[in-house]
């Protein structure tokens, strides 16, 4: 890391917002990226925010799938988005389970504050964009903004338990393009 001012990123959840939300993604035909989410990952390296995603992988320590299977996904993710002329600057999982109880495990905030480390991040300022309202309220929890979408669980979530929420996310939107249209028009 070079001696450059720490600046803010753009943090996404993989699945159900990047691609569809399976449940446990025990193989890699399963994998099937959100036609939108190239162009907008596209958008957001084409104004200068870094991309990062975090993403839980309980499946691991649960025996559901191998580790490497993990890694096959981001490879492939990471192929379909560079076809488009997208890129992400790191990809962050926990494969523990939350009887682990460490810190990488989202909703803690483990892993946003080692991407900021090693990429020499700024987390206040930065964006979260997730499904799932937990994620929203990790990157709140370190001074993200949070976009809440609709894809996923997102819609499920928004409609039944926004009333319970103690603080409302930044932002709601349909999906990860439009995400990116909210994240674009306020910098």
């Known amino acids: 890391m070079d001696n450059a001012k720490p600046r803010p990123a753009v943090f996404l959840d993989r699945d ?12 890699l035909s399963r ?10 990952i596209r958008r957001l390296n084409e104004a200068g925010w870094p991309v990062i995603v975090v993403t839980n992988q309980s499946g691991v320590t649960r025996g559901f799938f191998p580790e490497e299977l993990v890694q096959q996904v981001h490879q492939h993710m990471m192929v379909e988005l560079g076809a488009a002329g997208a890129r992400v600057d790191g ?17 803690l905030p483990g892993m946003l504050e080692q991407a900021a480390r090693e990429h ?6 930065s964006y979260i964009v997730s499904d799932r309202y937990a994620d929203v309220q990790m990157g709140q929890s ?46």
């Not at 993200?144 to 009333?163: A, P, S």
């Open 16 to 27: 159900g917002t990047i691609a569809e939300e399976v449940g446990y993604l025990n193989h």
């Open 31 to 40: 994998f099937q990226m959100f036609p939108f989410a190239p162009q907008a």
């Open 91 to 107: 990809v962050y999982y926990c494969p523990h389970g939350s009887e682990h109880r460490c810190t990488c495990r989202k909703p």
């Open 120 to 125: 020499g991040l700024r987390l206040d300022g």
């Open 142 to 187: 370190v001074g993200c903004h949070g976009i809440l979408v609709m894809t996923g669980y997102g819609r499920g979530e928004w409609e039944w338990n926004r009333q319970r929420w103690p603080r409302q996310p930044d932002s709601v939107a349909e999906n990860l393009l439009a995400a990116t249209n909210v994240i674009l028009g306020e910098r």
